[in-house]
């Protein structure tokens, strides 16, 4: 019985170090560059781990993960389409769909990750014809990361954004801030109280000067 209790008070300990330690790593995406972050991941591969492990826990607690409405939404999409899926994770959008998908992040969870800073990936431009961000508009320059996914979009080529509601400090302001990046609104799923899904099209190229109205608020977990 006594070492049952050991055990059970070790992993309690574990549990709240791994926490404690997510919560650093999150502040850290949030508060510096995407360059920063992937300095950060190449210097300590296991606090990606440690950082995808908590935010699976997070997201787990929703009713729903929104990496499955953009799955349901692009299957609904012709399959010769190529996507591309900046911040990836474990890459459950490219094992849940027939397309070709480009799978981006700064670790490789998967062998189908490519690694590389979300401001400047391995593509060619206007080469896809769907962009993902599925809760991943991380960093402190996400004017350049958003730019760089109209780079390698196709005119007339969609984007995809889903993000935790309350980083939006006023959509129609963000709205706005994505028009001067050249992406037009097409539809907004503002139904759950815990993330919302933005679609918007590809009008043309960015206007190049800073869209002020883009600022999302840093998502900060609790302990638990």
Known sequence: ARSGRSAALRARMEERLLGARFRYINQQLYTSSSREAARLFQSDPEAFEIYHRGFA????????????????????????????????????????????????????????????????????????????????????????????????????GTLMVAEVASRFEDIRTFVNAMAQLGFKSVSKDLSSAFFYLLEFTKTGSPRGRPAPGLRLRPCLYKRR
Request: hydrophobic letters at 45%; glycine letters at 4%; aromatic letters at 4%.
């Open 57 to 156: 826990q997070q997201v787990g607690r929703w009713p729903e993960n929104p990496v499955h409405r953009i799955i349901r939404y692009l299957r609904r999409r012709p399959a010769s389409l190529v996507v591309a899926d900046f911040g990836c994770g474990d890459c459950k959008i490219a094992s849940s769909i027939k397309n070709k998908v480009h799978c981006f992040d700064l670790v490789p969870l998967s062998p189908l990750v490519t690694v590389c800073d979300m401001a400047k990936v391995p593509l060619a431009a206007e080469s896809v014809d769907v962009a993902v961000f599925c809760l991943a508009l991380m960093g402190t320059n996400l004017q350049e990361i958003l730019e760089e996914a109209n780079r390698v979009l196709k005119p007339g």
